[in-house]
């Protein structure tokens, strides 16, 4: 008969399990006393914790670590094929899809597909079809399948699996999340896109390490993920980071929130992009002319366009890196972050985006608060989404296994 004492040290035991689990995903691979001193177990008890996953299939000794002039430590990793992951990563217009390994490694090609959310009463359903699709195209055991992580736009409450904004449920149906699991049979977790980016960068890119930094995607949009003490910062209601609404222009445009002045009016790459498309039909020379007739979106052309020292597509934006300077100005006063990450789409262009973006801190900013924050451009880019996706997953194995 099991008494309190086992069930509390099986207890004890699987959550070790899974927290080894979590690290050797984000650092690759660990020695038994790196996994112990970062869960904060002994060595015997992460040993056996070690051993466990071992038996199971879903960890491996990968050989011995370089000689530091003692005993040279065993390392560990996952088993990449233990246990697969489906990385949604949604914007307004397009989803991509993607199924990974334990090691990160693509075992399907990445999908992308037309999705557009505003006012679509079908794009659940056709999230729905395109995962289906795309599972069945990939030949993988859905068995195996660890869960699903979608990263969607709008005002996402991930404890009630509910996007307030995109992606409507059938009436009667308890929640988004809820919906997803019952038609696609596999474990389904939710969460903002600006939120899973930042998510990425905290694990895997430039905040690494750092305690406080907010994570801007330049996107359509222009979203914020924030990192508080190490962590990913969600406020009160889970809707911290609506950076794009801040009411800091004057030029009056009505913004899809309904409010008028929105940082979003003047940093949205998607109007930007209208914007460029106008000038171009009005004369206005540029190489963009002959990017627009291309099959290639208008954002990703301006981006192109300037990374190939177009003189018109830098000048589009620099003006919205100097725009987004002074937003970013005012989350440097109120947070007084330590590093400050351009991630996301319009990271492509992120060195143009820099100078502008400086210019505008050196103005508006207290030299004081502006002195410790460094700005930077991610490494991870347009990728950050599929990888935040697939990490929220992992961070919610606790659930899974």
């Known amino acids: 008969m099991e008494t309190a004492f086992s069930k509390e040290t099986h207890r004890v035991r699987s959550a070790i399990e899974k927290q080894v689990i979590q690290y050797l995903y984000t650092d690759r691979e660990l020695s038994c006393a790196a996994l112990s001193e970062r869960i904060e177990k002994s060595v015997p008890m992460v040993m056996h914790a070690l051993n466990q996953l071992i038996k199971r299939g879903w960890v491996r000794s990968t050989g011995y670590a370089p000689s530091t002039g003692g005993r040279k430590p065993m390392l560990y990793s996952l088993m990449p094929e233990a246990q697969y992951i489906v990385a949604v990563a949604m914007d307004q217009l397009f989803t991509r899809i993607q199924v990974l390994d334990w090691l990160h490694q693509p075992v399907s090609h990445l999908e992308t597909i037309a999705l557009p959310l505003h006012d ?77 980016i930042a998510l990425a960068e905290l694990r895997f890119g430039m905040a690494r390490g750092h305690k406080h930094a907010m994570v801007i995607n330049i996107g359509w949009g222009t979203g914020l993920g924030m990192i508080v003490n190490g962590t990913l910062f969600r406020g009160h209601t889970g809707y911290a980071g609506e950076f794009s609404h801040i009411p800091i222009s004057d030029n009056k445009i009505l913004c899809e929130c309904g409010k008028r002045g929105c940082l979003e009016t003047e940093t949205s790459l998607l109007l930007l992009a209208e914007k460029a498309k106008e000038e171009i039909r009005q004369g206005k020379v540029s190489q963009l002319s002959t990017l627009f007739k291309a099959n290639m979106h208008a954002v990703d052309a301006v981006l192109e ?32 972050p330590e590093l400050v990450v351009l991630s996301g789409r319009g990271a492509k262009a992120g060195k143009i985006l820099l100078a502008p973006i400086q210019h505008a801190l050196n103005k508006y900013c207290i030299p004081r608060l502006l002195e410790n924050t460094e700005i930077v451009v991610s490494k991870l880019g347009f990728e950050a989404s599929l990888i935040g996706a697939a990490n929220l997953v992992m961070e919610n194995l606790y659930e899974l296994i």
Not at 320 to 329: E, F, M, N, S
């Open 305 to 336: 366009a300037a990374n190939n020292g177009d003189e018109y597509a830098v000048e589009l934006l620099s003006d919205v890196g100097y725009k987004l300077g002074k937003g970013i100005a005012i989350l440097i006063h109120i947070m007084n």
């Open 120 to 196: 679509n009463e079908q794009a659940t359903d056709t999230l729905v079809k395109a995962i289906q699709g795309h599972l069945q195209a990939s030949a993988i055991d859905q068995s195996r399948i660890l869960g699903i992580g979608i990263g969607m736009p709008g005002f996402v409450h991930i404890q009630k699996g509910v996007n307030y904004t995109f992606l409507p449920v059938p009436h009667g149906e308890e929640s988004l999340r809820a919906y997803l699991e019952k038609e696609l049979h596999v474990p389904v977790l939710i969460d903002n896109d600006s939120s899973l």
